[in-house]
């Protein structure tokens, strides 16, 4: 995959081996549904994946697994809309095999991903036997203005015979989720009552329901011949397949055009009473390919007017297309879905389509570009509220204990066994420990309220989430009386390699810093809420939640003594860490060279990564990510802790030294941390980052769908880390760090009801433009100065010498 302007990404050639990674990449969504870019004509196989994915729709199956009965929830591979075969006629009226690239080899071939248009290109040319040559051009689209249509155009052009092109357009209900090879022991098929059927002369169309879920699915397609009448149309249906066939001419001047255009609705929508007759009657409104792609141009020229970034050479266009990527999985139109951020997008079907923290590196940029989005994804957290407060009451604990994997309902969805590739055995997955999400999601609710001055939610949804996660800490701290110190035991941290000690009985680690310091810092804001609530609020919300003013005694203790471990002068990842064994790094890369999945090595060689000082990703270092260095020594300081520059240096070059990289996330939070430390070989991780997709640095990952965390947190790392951006007391302070590489960028945001603020950084200037309006003037704050901007005006801030 390589850029060929500031918008334009293109696919030389046709190989198989990189087929289902180019297809991730070049999948076209809108936030409702996305569709993988894969080529029409192929059903799924060892080579191609056609996929369409709906947000928020999720079945549950149980299966057998090294014999135990098993129960899992996946995101459903929907109805395949996109199939469309053709094979030219010869003059005879014969017809020669279908084509297929895997039969007869194309050439010329491209494929051409428009990130301004929103669109997908392919273009090819094959020698169609004793008819000559033919050339095939392909335009894609999932129409961004009405989140229901998508739609296909097929060119056929001939320079030197004339004949008869024979097109067979399918609704495929017979598919499985089958994207995923480390799944295939699973259960997979998950749609079920498939019935089809056609509505007129150029409509065919499906209906079916999820198999558990029951959630209803109606796709209707009209394919058409344009400009020039097929010479035969015919109809046709399966038990799982509709399909409409035409024969169309074509001659030398005088193209086949073929227009295939699709309504999907579930009964998940609002507003329909049954999906099949509301996709009949969207596709009857919809005009032809031309008008749509008139529409879906004009509804994403508007939404990169609100988002794009500005930042040369490749690191930009890697950045633009993280951006497009991140637009087709959260979208405005996400506002209207109870739906949460998909780790993998809506790009393919790892991790099961599930809900895991990502959103703590998606909702900071959101936040500032579409915060209506924003409010919709904590809303769907909210929505689950009341079963991580049963999960919580389950586990005998109080408040709201939420799922590391979360799906349609919000229950713990986190596999009970896992596959290591490496040796072929299933494992326990002990990862439903990762508590921490909850305080991720407090994070989140506090960062969007900071952002956009929301204090309405914050008062009421947002509260009655922070303080239920506040209560859980709380309640989860155990006073060591011999140590004067509250202790978490039982987790495990964002590291994940580490989920017990070694040879132990039980799973779970004691004192995970990350884990404790920030359960110091949710409790710590939700007393900060409490004292800010008006008193007839704090009433309402004690009552609501049954939450009793003795609990904030309770919380304050517990705030200012949670246990932060220590060995060797730097931050202990858990207590015990500094106990472990040193791995040999050097013989583990000179043996495997690529150790990034260093735990499923270890286990393949009967060993097993617990015993070692050795992390997957950031884990102590996620502090850094989160947190301004200002913000870690008051951390610290409120725990007992003192924290300077030297100690967290040298606790950065201990787990620098440890770490595998294992998650994309990896490289995100290392360059940003070091960054921030002014450390030179930042850019080395900030590279790995950019283009941990792109080049599918984990080794054949991305085809099971993009990792829309390392993506949204590219973006944020330019828009908040670089800028050191903050939004807090109702202002924006700007700490900007030098980075070479990225020394010059540029972009929009909305803040406090400012559409459109811009901010430049070149040549040791920060330039910001506020424009004309009715609001208050902005507040800007830097570690040397403070200024207001009036709505009209533009500031150029000279910045300091680093």
Not at 572 to 591: I, T
């Amino acid at each position: 995959m390589r850029p060929t302007d500031e918008w334009i990404w293109e696919y030389d050639g046709y190989d198989p081996a990189v087929e289902r990674l180019r297809e991730s990449l070049c999948t076209l969504g809108n936030g409702y549904f996305a569709t993988r870019g894969a080529v029409p004509e192929c059903r799924a196989g060892l080579v191609h994946y056609p996929a369409t994915y709906t947000a928020g729709v999720y079945n549950r199956l149980e299966s057998t697994v090294a014999g135990r009965q098993v129960t899992n929830e996946d995101l459903v591979n929907l109805p395949n809309w996109l199939l469309l075969r053709f094979r030219p006629r010869s003059a005879d009226g014969a017809a020669v095999p279908w084509f297929s690239p895997d039969l007869r080899h194309p050439y010329d071939h491209r494929h051409t991903l428009d990130l301004h248009r929103a669109t997908l290109t392919r273009t090819f040319s094959f020698r169609a036997g004793e008819a000559g040559v033919l050339r095939v051009k392909q335009v894609r689209l999932v129409h961004m203005a009405d989140p229901h249509l998508a739609a296909l155009q097929t060119v056929f052009t001939t320079e030197d015979w004339t004949g008869e092109i024979e097109v067979e357009s399918v609704l495929d209900g017979d598919v499985t989720n089958g994207n995923v090879h480390r799944y295939r022991s699973l259960n997979r098929s998950h749609l079920a009552h498939v019935r089809t059927g056609a509505d007129g002369d150029d409509t065919t169309w499906l209906r079916c329901r999820t198999s558990a879920s029951y959630v209803g699915i109606g796709m209707a397609a009209r394919t058409v011949a344009v400009g020039h009448p097929p010479t035969s149309s015919q109809q046709g249906s399966s038990r799982r397949r509709a399909v409409h066939r035409l024969v169309v001419p074509v001659a030398p001047g005088r193209p086949a055009v073929v227009e295939k255009t699709v309504a999907l609705h579930t009964s998940r929508d609002a507003a329909i009473s049954d999906p099949l007759g509301a996709a009949l009657n969207r596709l009857a409104e919809a005009p032809g390919f031309s008008a749509l792609l008139e529409s879906h141009v004009a509804a994403w020229a508007r939404l990169w007017r609100r988002a794009d970034i500005q930042v040369p050479g490749e690191a930009g266009r890697i950045l633009r297309l993280h951006l497009f990527h991140v637009l087709q999985t959260l979208s405005p139109h996400t506002a209207e879905l109870d739906v949460g951020v998909p780790a993998r997008g809506l790009h393919g079907e790892a991790y099961r389509g599930h809900v895991f923290w990502d959103e703590l590196f998606v909702l900071p940029y959101l936040n500032l570009h579409f915060p209506e989005v924003s409010r919709a994804l904590l809303d769907y957290r909210h929505r689950r509220l009341p079963q991580a407060c049963r999960s919580a009451g389950a586990a005998g604990r109080a408040g709201a204990m939420y799922p590391w994997q979360s799906g349609s309902d919000g229950r713990e969805e986190t596999q009970q066994l896992h596959l290591n590739p490496s040796s072929g055995r299933w494992l326990p997955d002990n990862s439903r420990l990762q508590h921490h999400v909850g305080s991720a999601i407090a994070y989140n609710v506090w960062q969007y309220c900071e952002a956009t001055g929301d204090t309405e939610y914050l008062h009421t949804k947002g509260a009655e989430m922070l303080l239920q996660i506040a209560r859980f800490w709380a309640d989860g701290a155990q006073l060591a009386e011999g140590l004067g110190r509250y202790r978490i035991r039982g987790v495990v941290g964002p590291d994940e390699y580490h989920d017990g000690y070694p040879d132990a009985a039980r799973p779970g680690l004691d004192d995970n810093a990350y884990t404790n310091v920030t359960a110091a810092w949710v409790l710590t804001r939700a007393l900060e809420l409490v004292r800010r609530l008006p008193a007839w609020r704090r009433q309402e919300l004690f009552e609501r939640i049954d939450l009793h003013s003795g609990e904030l005694s309770t919380w304050e203790d517990v705030s200012r003594r949670l246990l932060v471990p220590f060995h060797d002068g730097v931050i202990s990842q858990f207590a015990g860490y500094g106990d472990l064994a040193e791995l040999d790094w050097d013989a583990y890369r000179a043996r495997y060279h690529n150790i990034r999945r260093l735990d499923r090595i270890l286990e393949a060689e009967g060993d097993s990564v617990n015993r070692y000082k050795a992390s997957k990703q950031a884990d102590v270092l996620m502090l850094g990510h989160l947190f301004s260095p200002a913000e870690l020594v008051d951390l610290f300081g409120r725990l007992g802790y003192h924290l300077d520059d030297e100690i967290w240096r040298r606790t950065v070059d201990y787990y620098l030294r440890r770490t595998s990289h294992g998650s994309t996330l990896s490289g995100l939070v290392h360059g940003l941390v070091l960054a921030k430390a002014r450390r030179s070989e930042a850019w080395q991780y900030v590279q790995e980052a950019l283009k941990a997709d792109i080049a599918d640095i984990q080794g054949g990952t991305t085809g099971e769908g993009i990792h829309l965390g390392a993506m949204a947190g590219t973006l944020d790392l330019v828009q908040r880390g670089l800028t050191g951006l903050q939004t807090r007391e109702d202002a924006l302070w700007f700490d900007p760090v030098p980075l070479p590489a990225l020394s010059e960028y540029g972009f929009s945001l909305r803040y406090r009801g400012h559409g459109g603020v811009g901010l430049k950084r070149r040549s040791g200037q920060l330039e910001i433009d506020v424009p004309d309006s009715e609001e208050s003037p902005i507040r800007v704050v830097l570690a040397d100065r403070a200024v207001t901007i009036a709505p009209g005006e533009t500031c150029t801030l000279v910045l300091p010498e680093s």
